[in-house]
């Protein structure tokens, strides 16, 4: 948060909270920050429960939860149409109308910043989903400005490997989900999991390596790279 400037004085922060344990992780860091930072800024938790979906989360865990962090939670159900285009999965449709629903709420709460708990892991997932699905290379970034600047998308956990997210919310009894979704394991992005996993066997630092990756580009040695110029020198292990 520090070295991306994600938080300043005066912020008005609203934090996704689906309630598994990235989302509790990230929220809790969120109130540990603003205890120690030598200035005010204002956070507002917002979960969106999807109708229809199949899944129920225990909505007295998060209103607790946030209680005890003195975090106000604005609780939001919304019906996703799930008629409406049958070719898209019903876990993109499910998290499109949630996305836009927090960004409806950016503008009601007068939020200028939207924090979410997507980490390493996520990144990691979203460059080989847009790799090999859609042939471009690109995936999440820690900030990112949205509607002519109006508010900053900020992602404070990208840096944290998910074991460790996995570790600290079973050591402290986070996470309480009454019935998982129906469809969390028919994803795209379920089948990258395993393929990252299958890398891990590989070699044990390979997705770790692929985040750094990301910030260590060598142009030049891509099949797009202009043909004119010199080569900088080779990427390791050319």
């Not at 990208?158 to 009894?173: G, P, R």
Request: charged share 25%; hydrophobic share 40%; with cysteine.
């Amino acid at each position: 948060m520090r070295d991306h400037a994600m938080i300043g004085e005066g912020d008005h922060v609203l934090a996704g909270l689906s309630g598994g344990k990235d989302s509790m992780v990230l929220l809790q860091l969120l109130a540990e920050r603003r205890r120690s930072v030598p200035f005010d800024f204002t956070i507002t938790a917002a979960h969106i429960a999807a109708e229809g979906i199949g899944y129920h989360i225990d909505r007295g865990h998060l209103e607790d939860f946030c209680r005890d962090l003195d975090i106000p939670l604005e609780y939001r159900i919304i019906t996703p149409d799930l008629q409406k285009d049958p070719s898209k999965p019903v876990c993109f449709v499910c998290s499109w109308h949630r996305r836009k629903e927090l960004f409806a709420m950016t503008r009601e709460f007068k939020c200028n910043k939207l924090a979410l708990g997507h980490h390493r892991m996520d990144a990691v997932e979203t460059l080989l989903l847009n790799m090999i699905y859609h042939g471009s290379i690109s995936s999440l970034p820690y900030t990112l400005k949205m509607f002519g600047g109006r508010v900053m998308l900020i992602r404070p956990l990208m840096d944290l490997d998910e074991k460790l997210l996995d570790e600290y919310s079973d050591l402290n009894s986070l996470v309480r989900i009454g019935k998982s979704c129906p469809h969390e394991d028919r994803t795209r992005r379920e089948l990258i999991a395993r393929l990252v996993a299958a890398i891990g066997e590989l070699h044990k630092q390979g997705p770790a390596n692929i985040f750094r990756s990301m910030g260590k580009i060598f142009d030049e040695y891509l099949p797009s790279a202009s043909k004119s110029g010199h080569a900088s020198g080779p990427p390791a292990g050319e």
